[in-house]
C-alpha cells in the first residue's frame, strides 16, 4: 500500500495529497518518490519502471499540481486551451490515464478530453470544442483531430510518452514526428516505459532537453512479485494443457496472449467447447466489443480473456494473478509486459509460458532480455514427445519480420501500413 507522509513529503498540493489518501495510498512507490518532485520543477524525464508499479501517478499527479498552480485565464467565452498532452499507444491505456487524471484531477476546474481510434470522431471533437486543459490520445486519432483542425496544440506545455517502447514497436514514429511540428519547442517532454532498447535512447535525443534519466530498476527486469513456469508442451496439446490448468485448478480470471487476432479467436472459441467461458479482444474488434468484454473479464463472467499484445496493452485489472503466453512473443520485451498484467502494485501473481520445441529461440531472446534463465519442466500428463522432429522453419523469416518492425519504428521505409488504434 502507498504513509501520505510520503506524499505530502514530495512537494504536492494538499488537495492532491488528501486524494492520494483517499483513495488509500500510503507510501509512494520507487518510481513515484523519483519522478514527482522533478516533474514539479518542469525538467524533462527520461523513466523506465515495470508496469503495476504506479507509474501513471507519477507523471499524473504532478502534472495536475502544475496546471492547477497556472490557472488559465478565465475570459469571458474563452475556453481552456490544451497544456498537457499525454501520448498512449492504445485505446486501453488511454482510457485508463484519462480516468486516473479524471480521479486525481477531481474537485478542481480543470478540463479534460480523451480521443482514440475505433470510435467516432465527432463527439471526441465536440467535446475538444468546449475546450481541455489535458488531452489524452493515441497518435493515429490526434493526427486525425489535427488535420481537421479540431485542436489547437501551439500553449501546450508538457507533453506525455506513455509507453514509449510500444509506441516505437507500433511504428508510431512518423506520427510522433507530425505531432511535434505542431508544439511548441519551448516545452516540458516526459518520456515513460516499461523497457529501454537502443531505439528508445535514440528517440530521446529529439524528443528530450538534457533529461532526468530515472531506473528504478534494474533494466527490463520482471516484477519480482511475479512467479514465472515455463512448461514444455507439444504445439498440438497447449490448448488441452492450458484447459486442465484453469479447469482443474479452478483458476478465475486468466489472461492469456497469443500472437496473432486470428489465433485468439480460434483458442477462446476452442476453449469454450471445453466448457470455459472464454472471451477474445484484439485490434480487429470493435471498442465496444473489446469494452464489453473487459468489463465481462472484470465482473467475472467469464474466466478467461485471450488477448493480443496490442489489445492488452494498457489492461488493469485489479488483483489478477493468473497470465499465461499461449505463444511466446515475437519482441522478446513484449513479455516483460505481459507478465506484468499480473503481480501489480506489490501483489503476487502468476505468470506461465507455453513452450513448444519451435519456439525455443523466442524464449532464448527473453532469457536475453531478462538477464536470467528461466527454468523448464514438464507437467505431468502432457510431456513432450521428444520423437517429433523441429520444424522451426519460420525462424528465419519471423527474425526478418522483428527486424521489419524496428526499422519502420525508426521511420525507415518498408512497405507495411501502420496500426492505428
Known sequence: MWSIMGFSSLGLNQDLVKTAKLLGYDQATPIQLAAIPVILKRQDVMARAQTGTGKTAAFALPIVHNLCAQPQDAAAGSQPKVRTLVLTPTRELAQQVFNSFKTYAK?????????????????????????ADILVATPGRLIDLLFKGAVDLSHLQSIVFDEADRMLDMGFITDIKRILKRVPSQRQTLLFSATFDDEIFKLS????????????????????EVEQVVYNVDEDRKRALLSYLIGSKNWQQVLIFTRTKQGADHLAKEMVKDGLKTLAIHGDKSQGAREKALQEFKDGNIRALVATDVAARGL???????????????????????????????????????????????????????????????????????????????????????????????????GNRRRRP
Open 205 to 224: 535525443k529529439t524528443l528530450l532537453s538534457d533529461p532526468v534519466l530515472i531506473e528504478v530498476d534494474s533494466s527490463n527486469t520482471a516484477a519480482v
Open 316 to 414: 488493469d485489472i485489479e488483483s489478477l494473478k493468473y497470465v499465461i503466453n499461449y505463444e511466446l512473443p515475437f519482441i522478446a520485451e513484449d513479455y516483460i509486459h505481459r507478465i506484468g498484467r499480473t503481480g501489480r502494485a506489490g501483489s503476487s501473481g502468476i505468470a506461465i509460458s507455453l513452450l513448444s520445441v519451435d519456439e525455443t529461440y523466442l524464449l532464448e531472446e527473453v532469457e536475453a532480455v531478462l538477464g536470467e534463465r528461466l527454468p523448464q519442466q514438464w507437467f505431468a500428463g502432457f510431456e513432450p514427445d521428444l520423437t517429433k522432429p523441429a520444424t522451426n522453419t519460420r525462424k528465419n523469416s519471423r527474425s526478418a519480420q522483428k527486424r521489419r518492425h524496428k526499422e519502420r519504428a525508426l521511420g525507415k521505409p518498408t
Open 107 to 131: 474537485g478542481s476546474s480543470l478540463k479534460m478530453a480523451i480521443a482514440y481510434g475505433g470510435v467516432s470522431l465527432r463527439p471526441q471533437m465536440a467535446a475538444l470544442q468546449l475546450g
